[in-house]
């Protein structure tokens, strides 16, 4: 008995709600990793800085990991994924949000932004987050597609099956001149550049090179 297998990518969305809360007991002077789990394996961090020393701003980082051995799996295999990080108060009020594609296979290490927003200005300006003690981070992942082109022209699958043997199917040229050129007090075209067809092609596209004024190989 012999069995088939195939491998193919398989579409999803991915869509969760973060809370960072009890902020306001950690330590000004050092910066804080926080790290949360959702959707089973997959992981935000949040990079919390320093308390400034003056009116600076400073940057929270965000982070996304994907599972252990995403990229043996084939998550983000072909086009990648598509994610997207919006930070909001506890109260739903949207402060920031970003997007980015993130080709698993190629990229084991987290990606993210270190500087999503102004730190200094949502917490230690803010006295309203401060009492919230916390902020969201809205979550989106969704698998990457493109559409495919399909091609079922008998004339163009012919063309391309005659290059992939390494045949020349260039029988036909047209010559495009880049610029004109004064002759004395004449106005003439210079540098002619061509351009490579198959007149095979060409009669199965247009009418004209099936007639005799085209001039077209036979």
Known sequence: MSATTRSETIGFTIQAKITFSGLSDLSGDKIHMLRANFHGPWAIQADIPKAPLA???TGL???IFAPPGS???GIGRGDGIKVTL????LKGEKQASFSFRWNVKTSLMGKGRSRTIDWNQFWHKNADHRRDDGFCVIVNITSVTSIRPMVREPSVLCTISELTKGNNVYDTQF???SQPRLHGHALGAQDPRPVYASA???RSQCEYFNTSKSYLPS
């Open 71 to 73: 990229a043996k799996q």
């Open 200 to 202: 095979a092609f060409l």
């Open 55 to 57: 009116d600076e701003q």
């Open 86 to 89: 919006s930070v909001e108060s």
């Open 175 to 177: 010559l495009l001149f």
């Open 61 to 63: 980082g965000l982070f």
